[in-house]
């Protein structure tokens, strides 16, 4: 399963930077009104500000819980994402090959392994800046890619794009590229692998046993 983890030029992804970028992410789901308002550059400013007044104020007290950090990851991170989207993007052909079930259970696991994944990074967080740079938008405007360089301590500006479409009126994410490297686009190689190798409800399962061994050893250090 760690090949799952792999992107595709053989470098692996920085958690706790990626968690920040995913972070960022919960600004994406607004009415249009706001976003008219506002603008999805002003609106991830603020929820950044928001996120980094959180952490700023009780920074130990996500330290050492993996049961805290998996709800705020779910209450931060999960009501902002088109999940579904996500999860077509990232199996490509073989979503249109997969059954109603097999989707939606693959869509449930992933999410699981994605909000796991990153939940074990929040501890880490300290300080960064978004510096935003011209947004690209579609022709019909229901598309936008948001533009920018995530500023962190003792380190190169990073640069950062946030793939947002309106999904029943919100913006909501369905991608995040870092220097070039796509989120849906590493997984799509990895699960893809396994798909060939071992069948969609192959992966589902090995998805389903990792998720399960996580929440085992989250139990066992809470007893």
Not at 33 to 58: C, H
Not at 121 to 128: G, H, N, T
Not at 191 to 213: H, P, S, W, Y
Request: proline share 4%.
């Amino acid at each position: 399963m760690s090949s799952m983890l792999t992107v595709t030029n053989g470098r692996r992804f920085n958690y706790p930077r990626w968690l920040l970028l995913l972070l960022t992410l919960i600004s994406l789901h607004f009415s249009v009104a706001m976003a008219d308002e506002a603008g999805p550059e002003q609106i991830i400013q603020q929820i950044s500000e928001r996120l980094r007044t959180v952490f700023n104020s009780d920074p130990e007290h996500f330290q050492g819980d993996p049961a805290q950090l998996a709800r705020l990851a779910n209450e931060v991170l999960v009501p902002h994402i088109d999940f579904a989207k996500v999860s077509s993007l990232v199996l490509g052909k073989y979503w249109l090959q997969a059954t109603p079930d097999q989707r939606e259970a693959f869509r449930k696991q992933f999410q699981q392994l994605l909000v796991r994944t990153y939940s074990t990074a929040f501890s880490e967080l300290k300080s960064w800046e978004i510096r935003f740079l011209p947004t690209r938008n579609s022709s019909g405007g229901s598309d936008v890619a948001v533009r920018t360089h995530l500023l962190l301590p003792q380190t190169a500006p990073i640069e950062v794009l946030y793939q947002m479409h309106l999904k029943e009126g919100s913006w909501m994410a369905y991608d995040v590229k870092i220097d070039g490297i796509s989120l849906v686009t590493n997984y799509r190689t990895s699960f893809g692998r396994e798909v060939k190798n071992i069948g969609m409800d192959g992966l589902i399962r090995k998805i389903t046993q990792l998720n399960e061994a996580r929440m085992q050893d989250q139990e066992i250090k809470n007893s």
